[in-house]
């Protein structure tokens, strides 16, 4: 079955860098953008950006460019999102999340990695 | 960048009733307009896509409507496994924004 498996919850402290991984299965990963989106403690969804597993290319919210990274390893069917220069607003749960085909929505979600950062 | 509002922020309803939830964008998103579903401590679930198509698995009491700018999220009659929080969220040139959420919970 299709599923996403992301990397253990992760603290960092401020001004720090994470990295946070995702692994797909059960699909053909080039096949399927990914996007990452976030949700601090009690708020809503924020979605970061996303990437193309074929080819690299991204796509980043304009709160987060110059400060994510996304990236994949095909050969390990994982994508990775990097965010640096962390604060502590950045606390949070990261999910990635499998887009539809040509429509990109997201209809498969990784459980989710919590971040926290603190001094 | 489009700019998703909820409304209501918060919705008191018992099981069996009939929920109605909106969602405005700041500019025409045309169809390209999702709904989620999200409980506590976990993760988002699709429920509609490209404003009225349900996602596969979703059942018939959730359907969804509108265009342009003004969007409804409908949930016939509410089962307890309904009260959740849910999301509208658009797309535009490789651009995602999600609304503040509406919380439906028991009255």
């Known amino acids: 079955q299709v599923q996403l498996v992301q990397s253990g919850a992760e603290v960092k402290k401020p001004g720090a860098s994470v990295k946070v991984s995702c692994k797909a299965s059960?699909?053909?990963?080039?096949?399927?953008?990914m996007h990452w989106v976030r949700q601090a403690p009690g708020q809503g969804l924020e979605w970061m950006g996303i990437i193309n597993p074929s080819g690299g290319s991204t796509s980043y919210a304009q709160k987060f460019q110059g400060r994510v990274t996304m990236t994949r390893d095909t050969s390990t069917s994982t994508v990775y999102m990097e965010l640096s220069s962390l604060r502590s607003e950045d606390t949070a749960v990261y999910y990635c999340?499998?887009?539809?085909?040509?429509?990109?929505?997201?209809?498969?979600w990784g459980k989710g990695t919590t971040v926290t950062v603190s001094s | 960048e489009i700019v998703l509002t909820q409304s209501p922020a918060t919705l008191s309803l018992s099981p069996g009733e009939r929920a109605t939830l909106s969602c405005r964008a700041s500019q025409s998103v045309s169809s390209y307009l999702a709904w989620y579903q999200q409980k506590p401590g976990q993760a988002p679930r699709l429920l509609i896509y490209d404003a009225s198509n349900r996602a596969t698995g979703i059942p018939a009491r959730f359907s969804g409507s509108g265009s342009g700018t003004d969007f409804t999220l409908t949930i016939s009659s509410l089962e307890p496994e309904d009260f959740a929080v849910y999301y509208c969220q658009q797309r535009s040139n490789f651009l995602f924004t999600f609304g503040p959420g509406t919380k439906v919970d028991i009255k």
């Open positions: 999340a499998r887009g539809i085909r040509f429509s990109h929505y997201m209809d498969v």
């Open positions: 059960g699909y053909t990963f080039t096949s399927y953008y």
